[in-house]
């Protein structure tokens, strides 16, 4: 109503609208009771509500047409933000995994909940290259599975994604694509997408999402599914590098460790006079030859004890822990090498600390790499720290801090490496194998744990790890 009022004094003071129009000077509209003086203006009144009524409808059609839009555009943003978040945390949780079955199981269940559809499967190809085993599968029967390999020979859809196309089916017509349709209708799937497992040009495998709603995958879910599956494909062939490089490794330390062994016994006879009398010179050149070789034999042994932390077949049987009962035998042998480093060590050990789930082995390893690290890298005259605590609910405290030498800034993000060691610490310490602290990353990423370092040359460093703890 105000705005037709304004409308009606903005008309009349521009001279457009006036109490008597020329139109109605016309004797036959001259006034009366008939048409009263109050009739123009009413018209005009009523015409201008209409409009303006009109407008505002119109109005209101629109905004609650763009509020529509916008929740969808919110809505869809709120959901493709839940998606990438999702997407990360699978990434990480790969990430972590040390052994391969267990990474591929993470990648199919996340897949699965991720793309919001009834099942998922990973298929490896065989050594042979002409067929494909079901490595990992979420949400399909052991029926489904019971037919053992794909001969790709046979399986025009499987033959082609390994050539390297995208497949993606709608409407399953399960006689036109698979040997088994009665397999296919039995497991409830109308859909399906799979894509190529490839890094670069390597394609090893195929991921597969299936779905009990036809038509359910769009474009997006494609493009989005793609990314999923490459981040799987450079985690699992990263692993696979890594177990290989492990087993390699292994072969080559039990392959080293024999004649090692064997020469050093042999010198051993020379030096102590069992094959005749030497001169002293001589004695000096085999003893610095038997020390280059407990050098070697100690990087054999790291290298083992690496290889069967990485190892598929050696996954340790977890239990719980006591961590007090593991350091306190630990205490003596420390204080006694600092003692003989001209050091001094204290040890902070919390009584009762919860228990972790881990084994006496892992644990022992964790202790023994980052106390002695701690002694070696510290020169005479300082100081060793070591703390063992609980701190706040569900987690395990165990920190070593020293005044030793100290890691440069620019080192830190290469200390966990395999064969790397600072320049500064090898100038102090000829003797170390450079996987100490690739031991310890790795016992920690096992058992669910972290490490934090802080570190500055010359004034020492600090190695904070928390463990997770059941109670």
């Known amino acids: 109503m105000r705005l037709a009022l304004g409308a009606l004094t903005v008309l009349e003071n521009a001279k457009i609208l006036t109490l008597q129009p020329i139109l109605f000077q016309n004797p036959r509209f001259l006034p009366s009771r008939e048409y009263p003086d109050v009739l123009v203006p009413f018209l005009v009144c009523t015409a201008v509500i209409m409009i303006s009524a009109f407008l505002i409808t119109t109005v209101k059609i629109s905004l609650r047409v763009r509020a529509r839009e916008l929740l969808r555009v919110s809505q869809e943003l709120e959901a ?43 298929k490896l190809l065989e050594d042979d290259q002409n067929s494909l085993r ?164 100690n990087l054999i042994k790291d290298l083992l004890r690496l290889g069967e932390k990485r190892s598929e077949a050696a996954k340790p049987v977890l239990y719980p822990v006591s961590l007090n009962k593991v350091m306190m035998p630990l205490v003596d042998l420390y204080q006694t090498q600092a003692l003989e480093h001209g050091l001094e060590i204290k040890f902070d050990i919390q009584d009762n600390i919860p228990p972790i789930l881990a084994n006496n082995r892992l644990i022992d390893d964790l202790f023994t790499n980052l106390i002695s690290n701690a002694i070696k890298y510290t020169p005479r005259g300082g100081r060793v720290d070591v703390t063992l605590a609980g701190e706040g609910p569900g987690w395990v405290r165990f920190e070593v801090s020293d005044t030793g030498i100290g890691i440069a800034a620019e080192d830190k993000s290469r200390l966990f490496t395999e064969f790397f060691r600072t320049e500064n610490a090898k100038k102090l310490v000829e003797e170390g194998t450079g996987l100490g602290l690739v031991i310890v990353k790795e016992i920690l990423e096992r058992l669910g744990g972290t490490i934090q370092v802080q570190s500055k040359i010359g004034s020492g460093s600090q190695f904070t790890c928390r463990l997770p703890s059941p109670s």
């Open 80 to 122: 493709s933000n839940a998606k990438l978040n999702a997407l990360h945390a699978m990434v990480k949780e790969m990430a972590l995994k040390t052994d391969l079955q267990e990474l591929m199981d993470a990648a199919v269940r996340s897949a699965a909940k991720i793309m919001g559809v009834k099942a998922c499967s990973i």
């Open 134 to 297: 079901f490595a990992s599968t979420y949400g399909l029967s052991e029926d489904y599975l019971s037919k053992g390999t794909i001969d790709i020979r046979k399986s025009p859809i499987n033959r082609k994604i390994i050539q390297g196309s995208r497949y993606v089916i709608g409407q399953i017509d399960a006689k036109d694509y698979f040997a088994y349709p009665e397999d296919i209708r039995k497991e409830g799937i109308a859909s399906m997408l799979c894509l190529p497992l490839r890094v670069e040009k390597k394609i090893f495998g195929i991921f597969c999402v299936y779905s009990r709603e036809p038509y359910q995958l769009g474009e997006a879910d494609v493009d989005f599914f793609s990314l999923m599956t490459d981040f799987s494909a450079l985690a699992i062939e990263n692993l696979r590098s890594e177990l290989t490089k492990s087993w390699f490794m292994m072969k080559a330390a039990h392959q080293l460790r024999a004649p090692l062994g064997a020469i050093y016994s042999m010198l051993k006879m020379v030096t102590d006079g069992y094959l005749g009398v030497i001169n002293a010179k001589q004695e000096e050149t085999i003893r610095r030859c038997q020390k280059r070789i407990e050098m070697l034999g």
